[in-house]
Each structure stands twice: as C-alpha cells, then as structure tokens.
C-alpha cells in the first residue's frame, strides 16, 4: 500500500526552555482532532514515507500514532 505525507495544522504550546508539545491537529479538511497525549519524542525515520524528522508519539481519540515535525512543518503519514 502507498502512503504520502498529510501536512497539517497543529496547535502547540512552547514552554519557557523552548520545549514544544503538540496540542491538536486541524487535517486538510478542517476536521480538528485534540491530542490526548504525547508518550515520546525524538529524531527518527518517517516509518512509511522516509526521510527523518522529529517524530511524537501521539495518542488521538485513544488510538497511538505519530506526528512529524520537519523543519517548522507538520505532517502525518496517510495511506493512499
């Protein structure tokens, strides 16, 4: 199955040492969806488009996933 990247909106809150912590998504269609957590962060692969960039381990409406983070843009991985 083919994937690509979904780039999307997120809200985040930037604490006082610069730290970032995703909040929400808003997906291309408007649809926004809250984060119900964020259970790790750090550099790695993007596991179905390549490439690497910051990669948070989220969960949304219960479910785990991950969101990327590239160079100031936001983006999660879709199967087409």
């Known amino acids: 199955m ?4 979904v780039f999307v909106r997120v809200l985040a809150e930037i604490d006082e040492e610069g730290s ?6 808003t997906w291309e269609d408007g649809r926004e969806f809250i984060i119900d957590k964020v259970t ?8 179905k488009t390549g490439g690497t960039a910051i990669r948070y381990s989220i969960c949304v409406c219960g479910r ?7 160079d100031g843009k936001w ?4 199967d087409i």
Not at 40 to 47: E, F, G
């Open 20 to 25: 970032v912590s995703p909040k929400s998504i």
């Open 64 to 70: 785990q996933t991950y969101l990327y983070e590239d």
């Open 40 to 47: 790790s962060k750090q550099r790695a692969c993007a596991t």
């Open 2 to 5: 083919k994937s690509r990247k």
């Open 75 to 78: 983006f999660v991985e879709s």
